[in-house]
């Protein structure tokens, strides 16, 4: 029972993790270079890394069950609650932004190989389909059960595994660019939201309750983001050794001349299955953030849940690299450093004894909010350029 438990919080934090961001970042690689992806991979896998032990060391410590508003609330005070209110706002928001969009762009790619006529039409009709597939649901409460997400998770991390499989005999050298200084600072944003997932953290507190069982909350983090950056590793090297400069946003419409449209076809129907999942649970968790913390009225909170992605789409806002860029900045400079903050009082202001304890020397918490804060100002300065 206690491995099972271990594995169930293992897959829990590794499917939070792993989603949308993973499409973006061969697309980073491939304008940018393997030497800068690398680096920040590499950088802010580590920063990563310590912002979710922080956070699981943060849990273990308190007594009462929170989230990361709750958090804030009792250690910063009422300035850390609305410093994380406007980050969980502006953060899922863009996530689902982000997922109508590249949603849009998976669901064109399987029609246009069930039907050809249908799949003709402009990825923005595609996109609106996709969002006025899954409106009802959160306007209604409805998610699908734990069974059937593992069983969507599972279908995806298979469909990431055969394209990786296809995709290694075909891999030419000669498609890898070293650096290039024009877009060097691209894969920030891109990267570190493919790296969140603080917000399974608590999840896991729900799976290992005994105190014998919390000894292994760390081990299951650091598995999980090892995990998670090897994977993105292999898939975005494997994808970008095919495709070199030709690597598209979504990954796989310039993925088919290459493989073929058949492998392609399950995968964007995977990825849709998953991406809608995914995009119930996020405006799932908006509306019920928004009824339960600040007491919106259901429909007015499933109305800003799902009308805001869709007006900043109906807008302009459509590019899913620009998107998920500064739904990164936004995750690092205000939730990153939240917790780094988060954590600092905690050593001192919690109230239980927790099952791991990390010694942390000063310098390293003023250096990673270094990381986070200069990372969202050249990402802010790369966008406006």
């Known amino acids: 029972m206690k491995d099972k438990?271990?594995?169930?919080?293992?897959?829990?934090?590794?499917?939070?993790?792993?989603?949308?961001?993973?499409?973006?970042?061969?697309?980073?690689?491939?304008?940018?270079?393997?030497?800068?992806?690398?680096?920040?991979?590499?950088?802010?896998?580590?920063?990563?890394?310590?912002?979710?032990?922080?956070f699981g060391e943060i849990v273990l410590r308190t007594k009462e069950k929170h989230r990361l508003v709750g958090y804030s609330k009792k250690y910063l005070g009422d300035w850390g609650k609305r410093l994380i209110t406007i980050s969980t706002i502006v953060g899922t928001v863009g996530t689902l932004l982000a997922y109508i969009i590249i949603g849009g762009d998976f669901l064109k790619i399987v029609f246009s190989f069930l039907a050809p006529s249908v799949g003709g039409m402009a990825s923005l009709y595609f996109s609106l389909i996709f969002w006025a597939g899954l409106v009802c649901f959160i306007f209604r409460g409805i998610k699908l059960i734990a069974p059937t997400e593992f069983l969507t998770n599972s279908i995806f991390f298979l469909i990431i595994f055969l394209v990786i499989f296809f995709a290694l005999p075909k891999i030419d050298v000669q498609n890898f660019i070293l650096i290039s200084l024009p877009d060097v600072f691209l894969p920030y944003g891109i990267i570190l939201f493919a790296l969140a997932g603080w917000t399974a953290i608590p999840e896991i507190g729900e799976i290992?309750?005994?105190?014998?069982?919390?000894?292994?909350?760390?081990?299951?983090?650091?598995?999980?983001?090892?995990?998670?950056i090897s994977l993105y590793l292999v898939f975005s090297l494997a994808v970008v050794g095919i495709s070199g400069k030709a690597t598209s946003p979504d990954v796989f419409s310039g993925l088919i001349p290459f493989l073929g449209s058949e492998i392609i076809f399950f995968g964007a129907l995977a990825a849709v299955i998953t991406l809608a999942d995914s995009f119930l649970v996020i405006g799932l968790y908006l509306k019920n953030t928004l009824i339960y913390d600040y007491k919106f009225?259901?429909?007015?909170?499933?109305?800003?849940?799902?009308?805001?992605?869709?007006?900043?789409?109906?807008?302009?806002?459509r590019?899913?690299?620009?998107?998920?860029?500064?739904?990164?900045?936004?995750?690092?400079?205000?939730?990153?450093?939240?917790?780094?903050?988060?954590?600092?009082?905690?050593?001192?202001?919690?109230?239980?004894?927790?099952?791991?304890?990390?010694?942390?020397?000063?310098?390293?918490?003023?250096?990673?909010?270094?990381?986070?804060?200069?990372?969202?100002?050249?990402?802010?300065?790369?966008?406006?350029?």
């Open 297 to 317: 009225p259901e429909f007015l909170a499933a109305s800003v849940s799902c009308g805001l992605p869709l007006v900043l789409f109906l807008v302009g806002f």
């Open 208 to 228: 290992l309750k005994t105190k014998k069982e919390r000894k292994g909350y760390k081990k299951a983090i650091i598995i999980s983001i090892l995990a998670a």
């Open 319 to 385: 590019n899913f690299i620009e998107v998920i860029g500064f739904v990164g900045i936004i995750i690092g400079a205000f939730e990153g450093v939240a917790i780094l903050l988060i954590f600092k009082k905690a050593k001192t202001l919690g109230d239980r004894e927790p099952e791991y304890s990390l010694k942390v020397p000063p310098f390293l918490i003023y250096f990673l909010i270094t990381i986070f804060v200069v990372g969202a100002i050249s990402q802010i300065f790369y966008f406006i350029k």
């Open 5 to 54: 438990k271990f594995f169930f919080g293992l897959a829990t934090l590794i499917g939070t993790i792993v989603g949308a961001g993973i499409f973006g970042i061969p697309y980073a690689i491939s304008r940018s270079g393997v030497i800068p992806s690398l680096f920040y991979l590499i950088i802010l896998g580590g920063a990563v890394l310590f912002l979710h032990l922080f």
